[in-house]
């Protein structure tokens, strides 16, 4: 068998058993619990589907308008919840994967073994990606079973968007694995890139547009009065400079891409066509892919070419 | 099929400014136990890793089993086994999982490494701990447990850095003993310590290294002469009356510790020529020894005395 699937075997069978992966899957079924139990008359009432708009900007600077049925505003909850757990998860999984070998002499023993480096590296990151999406696939049913039970509506092609939208949550959290990967490369100690990236990956999706907002303010000048000329100008200006920092943030990438998703059509009162909606996506699901690719290419550089001992 | 077992020529590494591993070269033949001995810090792990690809080289050239390593890493760990010095293995494994994973890696048929694993783990004494997590092994068992992976091919080589440190007594037996079943087999063993009298015991040939150079490699005896050489031979006399004055070429000192008893440091084996001269001046020769230096007495002045 290919070594690297061995190593991915291997990976996946500690990693699902590791205190930290069952503490943050505890925590996401805790949330979605809550989220799930306090949004349930909500779902119930909704009556019949419509088209508006998210209100996403501040925290995400994600705009779009959605088709909202019961199974979307489950999944957008559910969405929202997963940009930090995602995270953590991903981060949690990668953040001392190589570094803890070389303290712990593991990588020692392993490479007496003919294997190769990189054969070690895809495997480490093929078996978290197995469990990424498997974690991602349980989220979903988690979301599709909730809609069933509650005896509310589901259409296939809501289910196909949510499977997709499925898919983008795994590739937000292969994101943030990819970086903690970087991160396990580029600290000794695997105490520290832990933590480094597990602030991150709370920071991001949390902060980061607080703090953008208050650079970008900072750059646009104070607010013109909202009825005169130059306030659409400022407002404009405003918004592109949030949108330029928000390339760099991957949630931004990711709940744009799921509002895409979910889109709706005012004139239709119906979801976007998937393939329109993919094409407006597609700069995010670039971005998303070159910041899955960026760090584990350099991951990989520096593990091929470090000392091990 | 080259009957030397491992080449290392010129090897270089350094770690920042330091110099772990400085132009040392040196052969290992096939079926032959190496004992590579130092004191800590001298450069034996470092040279390891590189003969390992651990770490990279900064120059030099590595051949095992008659593979580059720098070309074909791969083809020689195919048939070596390496047991590391302070490794850990995966703690969330349980035994049985660990040699599982690590026989993965070779193409053996499922149930020849389900035998193997049995019988290895049998040997190191784990059998009844096989499903038990590694984390929750002791330091001994663990150490039980990477000797158990370092076998799990079979190995043709086997390499091993400080084998017995961390190991209890028994464990320390099972190491020499599959040493020596390997010598037997005509397998090669490249094993490092710092228990000279581990080194002394298995060894056929020794290699000794100082602050990352080879100061001293060849077979034991050979290493001792050459230390002789260098040092002196000492031989011990003691005739029936008192010693006189021993005007002999190559005597380098000499020192009475009684009329009747001399201890000469001569350049050369001189004791043909010293029981002449004594008989010469009409006393009858009770003993003479010449003391052979120990491996600790050539260990000693190759780390402390050489520079």
Known sequence: MNPSWNVAKKELYIAVRTKRFLIVMAIYFLLFGFIA???????????????????????????????????????????????????????????????????????????????????????????????????????????????????????????IRGLLGMLVTALYTLVYLSFGLFLSTLFKKPENSLIVGLLLAIFVPIFYNLIAGAIVDKIVGPEPYWDSPAYNTWEESRNAWILRFNMLNPTHHYVQLVVYIFGGDEFTNYYTPLGDALSYGFNNLALLLVMLLLPFAFSYVRFLTRDLN | MSTTAIMVDNLIKSYGNFRAVDGVSFEVKEGEVFGFLGPNGAGKTTTILSILGIVVPDSGRIEVLGYDTAVE????????????????????????????FFA?????????????????????????????????????????????????????????????SGLDPEGAILVKE??????????????????????????????????????????????????????????????????????????VSIERPSENSAVVVARSDIRAELSRYLCSKGLAVVSLTMEEPSLEDVFLKTVYGGE
């Open chain 2, 178 to 251: 599959i040493i020596r079943e390997y010598q037997r087999e005509g397998k090669t063993v490249f094993f490092s310590s710092h228990v000279l009298s581990e080194v002394e015991e298995l060894s056929d040939r020794v290699g000794i290294i100082v602050r990352g150079k080879l100061r001293a490699v060849g077979k034991l005896d050979e290493v001792k002469r050459k230390f002789m050489e260098m040092e002196g031979y000492v031989i011990k006399v003691e005739t029936d009356g008192p010693i006189p004055e021993l005007k002999l070429p190559g005597v």
């Open chain 2, 73 to 100: 890493p791969l083809k020689a760990k195919e048939k070596l086994g390496y047991l590391p010095e302070s490794a850990t293995i995966y703690g969330e494994l349980t035994a049985w999982k660990n040699l599982e």
């Open chain 2, 104 to 164: 993965s890696f070779y193409k053996i048929p499922r149930l020849e490494m389900e035998r193997r694993i049995t019988e290895l783990l049998k040997r190191v004494g784990l059998w009844e701990a096989r499903h038990r997590k590694a984390k929750t092994f002791s330091k001994g068992m663990r150490q039980r447990l990477l000797l158990a992976q370092a076998l799990i091919n079979d190995p043709e080589l086997l390499i091993f850095d400080e084998p017995t």
């Open chain 1, 37 to 159: 139990y306090s949004t349930k008359s909500e779902l119930m009432d909704m009556g019949s589907a419509r088209v508006g708009s998210v209100g996403l900007w501040d925290m995400w600077a994600v705009r779009g308008d959605v088709y909202y049925t019961p199974f979307t505003l489950m999944f957008l909850l559910n969405m929202s919840l997963l940009t930090i757990v995602g995270a953590v998860l991903g981060v949690s999984l990668g953040a001392d994967a190589i570094n803890r070998e070389v303290e712990e002499g593991t990588a020692k023993v392993l490479f007496g073994h003919p294997i190769y480096r990189d054969e070690v590296i895809n495997g480490k990151f093929l078996g978290f990606a197995v469990l990424v999406l498997s974690t991602s696939f349980l989220t979903f049913l988690l979301t599709v079973g909730l809609i069933l039970l509650l005896g509310l509506p589901l259409t296939m092609d809501s289910f």
